[in-house]
């Protein structure tokens, strides 16, 4: 299991209901989010936690307001900010002020992705679809085999591809709660080759698996 440098947080707040929620937490190697210079606006916080809930640090994040709100519609919009990993971290708090507005808690250890497949639907995967559909991208996980622990979750996945043997990534799938992605084919374009990058994460933790695939067979 590998521990990244940094985690990318996602959150949805609505301003008019005074409420917030974790989106996405994925770890990664993103550079960090810089939160020296003094903020301008509504800003809302950040605090990691330690497993007995134990306040670690806090990042002020900005508010940014969604692009477009009709008349009448409730002001929403997202924190988004990139945070130090931290051994230690056992949890996420979003803060409005002093307000908790939404708890995270990271899934099951997470377990290396094995048996990534992909194919259209001449391998069966899509029954009934045209020759050349977006081919679909398969994985199993042991953590799925069995009953998980009381008040645990099962892992989410990241789905990557390469066409130019891993000198640069495009996400095909973020979050995802079951093994399984479909990859628009036009991504797949003038390459003999591609990588496919299956990650399993619990927030905090991840394992990764990497397959290659000649385009020609799917």
């Not at 130019?164 to 709660?177: A, N, P």
Request: contains cysteine; charged residues 15%; hydrophobic residues 35%.
């Amino acid at each position: 299991m590998s521990m990244s440098p940094s985690i990318h947080v996602v959150g949805n707040i609505n301003l008019t209901k005074g409420s917030g929620k974790f989106m996405h937490v994925t770890p990664g190697s993103a550079p960090l989010t810089s939160l020296s210079t003094p903020l301008i606006g509504k800003t809302f916080t950040i605090q990691t936690v330690d497993t007995a809930g134990t306040p670690l640090s806090r990042f002020q994040v900005p508010f940014r307001l969604s692009a477009c709100l009709g008349p009448g519609e409730d002001e929403t919009g997202s924190v988004d900010v990139v945070i130090p990993n931290d051994p230690n971290i056992g949890g996420l708090v979003l803060l409005d002020g002093a307000t908790e507005m939404d708890r995270y808690a990271p899934g099951v250890v997470p377990t290396k992705p094995k048996n990534v497949q992909a194919g259209g639907a001449q391998f069966g995967l899509l029954p009934g679809a045209a020759p050349k559909a977006d081919p679909v991208i398969t994985w199993e996980d042991d953590t799925l085999g069995g009953p998980l622990p009381p008040g645990s979750k099962p892992p989410t996945y990241l789905v990557q591809i390469s066409t130019d043997s891993g000198k640069s990534w495009t996400t095909v799938g973020l979050g995802l709660q079951k093994p399984e992605v479909s990859v628009d084919r036009q991504l797949l374009s003038n390459a003999s080759e591609v990588q496919v990058r299956v990650t399993a994460t619990n927030g905090f933790r991840s394992e990764s698996t990497t397959q290659s695939f000649s385009t020609k067979d799917l």
